[in-house]
Antibody
Framework: EVQLVESGGGLVQPGRSLKLSCVAS????????MTWIRQAPGKGLEWVAS????????YYPDSVKGRFTISRDNAKSTLYLQMNSLRSEDTATYYC???????????WGQGVMVTVSS | DVVLTQTPSTLSATIGQSVSISCRSS???????????LYWYLQRPGQSPQLLIY???NLGSGVPNRFSGSGSGTDFTLKISGVEAEDLGVYYC?????????FGSGTKLEIK
C-alpha cells in the first residue's frame, strides 16, 4: 500500500524557517517525481514545488522561488521542503504528492499544517 | 500563468441526478506533441484530494465509471452520471501543459 506521511509542520514566526518531511512507502520511491502542493485555510490548491526522481532538477512557482527548496533522499525514501523567509501567506496545509508519468498526482499524504504568525 | 475558470462554483444535486462541471482555460492546453495535460481531482470534506481523471478523459485507478471527462483546447467538462452520496466535496481541475502548474478555484458539490 502506497503511503505518504508528512511531518514538521507547526507555528512559526514571519521571517523564520521550517523544514517539512514526507516519508514514502509502498512503492519504489526513486522511480517517481514528487511534488508539494498546499492549500490555505478555506482556499483552493496551489502548486509549491516539484523534483525529478533523481533529484537532479527542481521546479518552483514565482511565489516561493528563492525561499523554498525541495529535496529528496532516495536512500531514505524521504522528500523534504525547506521553507525560509516565511510569510503569513505561506500559512496552509502542505501535501506531499506522488507525480505520475502522465502528469497527475495519484497519491497524496494526509497533509501537514504550517501557520506563519507572530 | 494559465487561469482555469470553473463553473458553477457550487452545485446542488439529488442522488441519481447527472451533473456537469466546466473548466475553461485562458490558453489552449494542447501542447506541441499533441498532448493535453488536464486533470480532475475530488477533495471530500476533511480529506486529501484524490485523482479522478487524467489527460482529459482517462479514469484514475479505482474511480467509478460514473465519472467521465471530455473536452479539448480550452474547454473541458467533468460529468457525473448518477450522483451518489459519497460524491460530495470540492472538484478541482488542474493543468500541467504550461508552467506553472495551476488549479481551478473549485466547484463544491452538495447533495440535496
Amino acid at each position: 500500500e502506497v503511503q505518504l506521511v508528512e511531518s514538521g509542520g507547526g507555528l512559526v514566526q514571519p521571517g523564520r524557517s521550517l523544514k517539512l518531511s514526507c516519508v514514502a512507502s509502498g512503492f519504489t520511491f526513486n522511480n517517481y517525481w514528487m511534488t508539494w502542493i498546499r492549500q490555505a485555510p478555506g482556499k483552493g490548491l496551489e502548486w509549491v514545488a516539484s523534483i525529478t526522481n533523481t533529484g537532479g532538477s527542481t521546479y518552483y512557482p514565482d511565489s516561493v522561488k528563492g525561499r523554498f527548496t525541495i529535496s529528496r533522499d532516495n536512500a531514505k525514501s524521504t522528500l523534504y521542503l525547506q521553507m525560509n523567509s516565511l510569510r503569513s501567506e505561506d500559512t496552509a496545509t502542505y501535501y506531499c504528492t506522488r507525480a505520475t508519468d502522465y502528469g497527475g498526482h495519484d497519491y497524496w499524504g494526509q497533509g501537514v499544517m504550517v501557520t506563519v504568525s507572530s | 500563468d494559465v487561469v482555469l475558470t470553473q463553473t458553477p462554483s457550487t452545485l446542488s444535486a439529488t442522488i441519481g441526478q447527472s451533473v456537469s462541471i466546466s473548466c475553461r482555460s485562458s490558453q489552449s492546453l494542447l501542447d506541441s506533441a499533441g498532448n493535453t495535460y488536464l486533470y480532475w481531482y475530488l477533495q471530500r470534506p476533511g480529506q486529501s484530494p484524490q485523482l479522478l481523471i487524467y489527460l482529459v478523459s482517462n479514469l484514475g485507478s479505482g474511480v467509478p465509471n460514473r465519472f467521465s471527462g471530455s473536452g479539448s483546447g480550452t474547454d473541458f467538462t467533468l460529468k457525473i452520471s448518477g450522483v451518489e452520496a459519497e460524491d460530495l466535496g470540492v472538484y478541482y481541475c488542474m493543468q500541467a501543459t504550461h508552467a506553472p502548474l495551476t488549479f481551478g478555484s473549485g466547484t463544491k458539490l452538495e447533495i440535496k
